[in-house]
């Protein structure tokens, strides 16, 4: 059975199985994805039985800001409704806030065009660490 668990961080470990799938998160370690999950992002969780199948996180104020960040559905789970289930959570989720922003290929801007994102005009910078 598909479960949601919002605002309960999934383990590093069943995130890790996630992250190993996708070329931007794979060479993460299990140390430092345990310490975000520890700073208390507001996160989603789409688990089927004990199986974690989907996770995003917001990290945020609380109040006026938030970014959108490491959406992703297990592979072998794709293309059945999980991300968009995420993304209907995350939106419910990110009400009390002024605005949410994300950063993404630009391949994937159909898909978040699909739940209100639109490309933000005003020039965004980084400060590569
Ligand atoms: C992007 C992702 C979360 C979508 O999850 P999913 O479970 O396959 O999505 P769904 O089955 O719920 O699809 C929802 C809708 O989005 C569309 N969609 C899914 N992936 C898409 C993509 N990469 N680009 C454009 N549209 C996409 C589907 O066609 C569907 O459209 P419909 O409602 O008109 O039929 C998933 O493909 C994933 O984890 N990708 C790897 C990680 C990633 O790239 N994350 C984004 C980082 S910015």
Not at 61 to 85: A, T, W, Y
Request: net charge neutral.
């Amino acid at each position: 059975m598909i479960k949601v668990k919002v605002n309960s961080a999934p383990t590093a470990k069943d995130l890790m199985k996630l992250f190993a799938q996708v070329d931007w998160a794979k060479n993460r370690k299990i140390g430092d994805v345990g310490k975000m999950l520890r700073n208390g992002d507001w996160t989603v969780c789409i688990y089927e039985d004990d199986e974690l199948l989907g996770f995003a996180r917001i990290i945020t104020d609380g109040c006026f800001r938030g970014l959108l960040d490491d959406v992703i559905v297990d592979q072998n789970h794709r293309g059945s409704g999980l991300g968009e289930k995420l993304m209907q959570e995350i939106l419910e989720l990110s009400k009390p806030l002024d605005a949410l922003f994300l950063n993404a290929a630009p391949e994937m801007e159909e898909f978040y065009a699909k739940f209100g994102f639109m490309k933000f005009e005003k020039l965004t910078m980084i400060l590569r660490k």
